[in-house]
């Protein structure tokens, strides 16, 4: 059992940056890769970001590279996602989960067996 919990959303004008955090629970953190997907409204779950337990490599979806950038410390059992330029089109529920099994790609939701209760991300034009 992981339980993570996500923070740092909230509510910002376009252009401007915010970080999210993931906070996960236990010391196997390390071990896990971590990802961030998010979800816009009526729309479902799409793959953000995913980052080894190392920290190396780390791999952002393509069409968000250049904005987004994921990063992790072991030592404080967090991973972070860096959003800079925000677009009214970023604006979603930011959810993370570690990746315990690897049973699909990085980016197929439904392998992912823990999930936290999001962070909301609303972008005003």
């Known amino acids: 059992q992981v339980h993570v919990v996500e923070s740092g959303g909230g509510l910002v004008q376009a252009g401007a940056s915010l970080r999210l955090s993931c906070t996960a629970s236990?010391?196997?953190?390390?071990?896990?890769?971590m990802a961030w997907f998010r979800q816009a409204a009526g729309k479902e779950r799409v793959f953000v970001a995913s980052?080894?337990?190392?920290?190396?490599?780390?791999y952002v979806q393509p069409s968000m590279r250049g904005r987004f950038t994921i990063s992790r410390d072991n030592a404080k059992n967090t991973v972070y996602l860096q959003i800079n330029s925000l677009e009214p089109e970023d604006t979603a529920v930011y959810y993370c989960?570690?990746?315990?099994?690897?049973?699909?790609?990085?980016?197929?939701?439904?392998?992912?067996?823990?999930w936290g209760q999001g962070t909301q991300v609303t972008v005003s034009s």
């Open positions: 989960a570690p990746r315990v099994r690897f049973t699909a790609s990085r980016d197929y939701a439904p392998q992912y067996d823990y």
């Open positions: 980052i080894d337990s190392s920290g190396d490599p780390a």
């Open positions: 236990g010391r196997a953190f390390r071990n896990y890769d």
